[in-house]
């Protein structure tokens, strides 16, 4: 059994700052990808960020590069999604996953963000 939970949501102006953490609990989590994808009000979810279970690799949306860094810590069994220069367009709920062949298959409850002009 996995469960992913996330923190680190909130309100935040444009320009400013949030760490989203995501906690996992089940075996083997050093074994799997993991990844960010969010959600927006009358929009489907989509791919934000990914990284492979070593940590090594990351991949990033074009929306987020640059500005988006996503880590993980093996032994905490947690994955961390540091968002800079926030954006309005960046409102939405986030949701951590596993991934398996770039598909997940675990999520978490989600967290809001939501970034004011």
């Known amino acids: 059994q996995v469960q992913l939970v996330e923190s680190g949501g909130g309100l935040v102006q444009a320009g400013g700052s949030l760490r989203l953490s995501c906690a996992a609990s089940?075996?083997?989590?050093?074994?799997?990808?993991m990844g960010w994808f969010r959600q927006a009000p009358g929009k489907e979810r989509e791919f934000v960020a990914a990284i492979t279970w070593s940590g090594r690799s990351t991949s990033y949306a074009d929306s987020v590069k640059g500005r988006f860094t996503i880590s993980r810590d093996n032994v905490k069994k947690m994955v961390y999604l540091q968002m800079n220069s926030l954006k309005p367009e960046d409102t939405a709920v986030y949701y951590c996953?596993?991934?398996?062949?770039?598909?997940?298959?675990?999520w978490g409850q989600g967290t809001q963000v939501t970034v004011s002009s």
């Open positions: 996953a596993r991934t398996v062949d770039g598909r997940p298959d675990y």
């Open positions: 089940g075996r083997a989590f050093s074994s799997y990808s």
